[in-house]
């Protein structure tokens, strides 16, 4: 009989959800050895083998007693769970479910921890209290992951040592992918209408340079949500083409030389968007400037240099890189820290 693995999450899609979307993978990556099942926060995105709940411990419960299954699997972005980004609730019903009956194991994957802000803002005042929550669910999971070297510090000795992964590539990867010299030479910008909306706002004077630099002759828009972004950059085409489903992108980024994204440098290992353009050997170029930590596990390049021969390399290292991480190494993984033979 097979086993079945309970996924708590925020929300699932469609439309895109990035904690969502990453849980819907894993599951069907898991597929052979667990059954999945998921748990979701609110009525939107319900889905087929989706139950939901308001944000209470009893309704959790509930939902996770329905299911049966002695194996839950949490996906914990704070802010997903409560406004304020401190879930009480979350904390009082996993501590209830883990009491409950013997033999229960917790494995949690920390999206986040706890977040910064300015004074006039509430992360400022509740970090600690977010960091706090965070380290009880840690103590009271069997195993955590976290994507990020900086989280598994702050959960430093709260519970089990946590297991660094970062994330894998929602969209499919590309085990052997072809040269750049051999692929379209335009831009894919891919990911969530906000991540896009800043690619196309607030950095798109990186993105000019970029395709200025690297002789792009279009630029490619995928993803979900109403945004239009401008018609040309720069007199290089702008192509809207919108939601598509997973297949078709990663054909997209394996056909596509460049990848364009605006996302912190320190925190790309996290990125969905970043992975894609990775497990695919499409050249990744971040519109960032501040350098990582030397323990961030690899290197990310800005807009790089002009020759063909640095663009292959990075290229290559970055596809090298999420070889560590894949979907298929991170199943070996999960299904141990699941106890699951």
């Not at 519970?159 to 052997?176: A, C, I, L, N």
Request: aromatic residues 8%.
């Amino acid at each position: 009989m097979s086993t079945t693995i309970a996924h708590v999450v925020p929300a699932l899609p469609p439309p895109a959800e990035g904690v969502g979307g990453y849980a819907i993978q894993l599951g069907a990556c898991l597929q052979g050895s667990a059954e999945s099942c998921y748990v979701v926060a609110s009525q939107s995105g319900r889905r087929q083998g989706a139950a939901t709940w308001r944000r209470s411990a009893s309704h959790l419960l509930e939902s996770l007693e329905a299911g049966a299954s002695s194996r839950l699997l949490l996906h914990y972005a704070n802010y997903g769970y409560a406004t304020r980004g401190c879930p009480f609730w979350l904390v009082r019903a996993l501590r209830h479910w883990k009491r409950s009956a013997g033999r229960r194991r917790l494995v949690t994957v920390f999206h986040e921890v706890r977040a910064s802000g300015r004074p006039w803002q509430s992360s400022f005042w509740l970090g600690w209290l977010q960091l706090r929550l965070a380290r009880q669910i840690a103590h009271l999971s069997d195993a955590t992951v976290t994507t990020l070297d900086r989280y598994a510090e702050f959960l430093r000795d709260a519970g089990p040592s946590p297991d660094v992964m970062p994330v894998f590539s929602s969209v499919g990867e590309t085990p052997t992918p072809e040269p750049l010299s051999s692929r379209e030479p335009r831009v894919v910008v891919f990911g969530g209408v906000g991540a896009r909306r800043r690619a196309f706002s607030s950095t798109i004077r990186q993105l000019a340079v970029a395709c200025r630099d690297l002789e792009a002759a279009e630029v490619i828009d995928v993803g979900a949500g109403h945004f239009r972004p401008p018609l040309d950059i720069e007199g290089v085409p702008v192509r809207v083409l919108g939601e598509l489903p997973d297949q078709e992108v990663c054909a997209i980024l394996r056909g596509s030389r460049f990848g364009f994204l605006a996302y912190p440098l320190e925190f790309l290992p996290k990125s969905t968007i970043f992975a894609a353009y990775c497990a695919n050997g499409t050249l990744p170029i971040c519109a960032a400037t501040k350098s990582p930590p030397s323990s961030a596990r690899l290197a990310p390049h800005a807009i790089p240099e002009q020759q063909r021969e640095t663009h292959q390399r990075i290229a290559d290292d970055a596809h090298r890189w999420y070889q560590g991480h894949s979907l298929a190494v991170q199943r070996a993984r999960f299904l141990r820290h699941l106890d699951i033979s």
